[in-house]
């Protein structure tokens, strides 16, 4: 059985909350809602591709200086 995203409490609640603030917090929540989605969401889909290639460098040199010291040996 699969849970439901927000129970009927839980909407009253956020409705209450969403009329407490005014038009105002609703554009600023809105607002807030934009920035997370696009920009946080894509500046970690960044971050995550800069660390895999981090780590493939990383593991790239390790190979190479491993075939180095075989060589000087």
């Known amino acids: 059985m699969g849970r439901t995203l927000m129970s009927p409490e839980d909407a009253r609640l956020l409705w209450e909350i969403a009329a407490g603030l ?10 807030t809602w934009l920035v997370l989605k696009f920009f946080v969401s894509s500046y970690l889909a960044e971050k995550g591709k800069n660390l895999a290639t981090k780590e493939d460098i990383a593991e790239i040199t390790r190979k190479i200086e491993g075939v ?4 000087l040996a």
């Open 22 to 31: 005014g038009i105002g917090g609703l554009i600023g929540i809105g607002l």
């Open 68 to 71: 180095k010291s075989e060589y």
